[in-house]
C-alpha cells in the first residue's frame, strides 16, 4: 500500500462546479501538505501548502487538511476550462525531509 | 524572476548509454531537488542538494548521481541507461525548505 492515495480520475465536472479532490495518508508523521497542479507537458505548479490541520483559503482555492482522518482535500470554487489539468498532493514530516507525492488526479473542466 | 530552468528538454538515448540533466534554480534558492515522473509510478524522489552537499536520497541505484555547484546549479547523471529509465525528469529549487518547492519544466528522456 503506498504511503499517498489519491483517486487518479479523470474528474469531468460542468464549467462554474465546486471541485473536491482529495488524498489520503498512512504516516502519522506528515506535517506539511502540499497541491499542485500540472499542465500537460509542464512541471507541477505550487498552488498552496498547509501546516498541521486546518483551512488555508486562497482566491477560488481551499486547503483542508484533517490529521486525525489522515485526510486531506483541495477545493475549487467557481472551476473555469482553464483549471482542467492534473492535481497532486504531496506532504513531508518536515521543513528538511523529501515529499511524497500522490499519484495525481486529472481533472477535465467542461463548457 | 525567472523560474527554474532545465536543459535538454527532451532527449533519446541508447541502452546503455548515460546521460546529464542540468537544473538552474530561481536566483537565491540554494536547495535543488530531483524527481522522476512515470505514468505508474508518479512523482518519486532522487536526491536533494543544499549549498553543494547532498542532502536526502531517495531509494534508486547507484546509476543515478547528482552534483550542486556553487552557484547552485545542478546535474544529474545516470549511467547505463535502460528501457525503465524512459521519464520526465523534474529538478525543483526552494530557499531551504522541502514545502515550498519550485519545479522547472522538466526533461523527457526517451531510452531506446
Known amino acids: 500500500q503506498k504511503e499517498v492515495e489519491q483517486d487518479p480520475g479523470p474528474l469531468s465536472v460542468p464549467e462554474g462546479a465546486i471541485v473536491s479532490l482529495n488524498c489520503t495518508y498512512s504516516?502519522?508523521?506528515?506535517?506539511?501538505f502540499m497541491w499542485y497542479r500540472q499542465y500537460s507537458r509542464k512541471g507541477p505548479e505550487l498552488l498552496m501548502y498547509?501546516?498541521?490541520?486546518g483551512n488555508k483559503e486562497d482566491g477560488r482555492f481551499t486547503a483542508q487538511v484533517d490529521k486525525s482522518s489522515k485526510y486531506i482535500s483541495l477545493f475549487i470554487r467557481d472551476s473555469q476550462p482553464s483549471d482542467s489539468a492534473t492535481y497532486l498532493c504531496a506532504m513531508t514530516p518536515g521543513t528538511a525531509s523529501k515529499l511524497t507525492f500522490g499519484t495525481g488526479t486529472r481533472l477535465q473542466v467542461t463548457l | 524572476k525567472a523560474g527554474v530552468t532545465q536543459t535538454p528538454r527532451y532527449l533519446i538515448k541508447t541502452r546503455g548509454q548515460q546521460v546529464t540533466l542540468s537544473c538552474s534554480p530561481i536566483?537565491?534558492?540554494?536547495?535543488v531537488s530531483w524527481y522522476q515522473q512515470t505514468p505508474g509510478q508518479g512523482l518519486q524522489f532522487l536526491f536533494e542538494?543544499?549549498?553543494?552537499?547532498?542532502?536526502n536520497k531517495g531509494n534508486f541505484p547507484g546509476r543515478f548521481s547528482g552534483r550542486q555547484f556553487s552557484n547552485s546549479r545542478s546535474e544529474m547523471n545516470v549511467s547505463t541507461l535502460e528501457l525503465g529509465d524512459s521519464a520526465l525528469y523534474l529538478c525543483?529549487?526552494?530557499?531551504?525548505?522541502?514545502?515550498?518547492?519550485?519545479f522547472g519544466p522538466g526533461t523527457r528522456l526517451t531510452v531506446t
Open positions: 498547509t501546516y498541521s490541520s
Open positions: 504516516n502519522s508523521a506528515f506535517q506539511y
Open positions: 542538494y543544499f549549498s553543494e552537499t547532498q542532502r
Open positions: 536566483s537565491g534558492h540554494r536547495s
Open positions: 525543483a529549487s526552494s530557499l531551504a525548505n522541502y514545502y515550498e518547492q519550485y
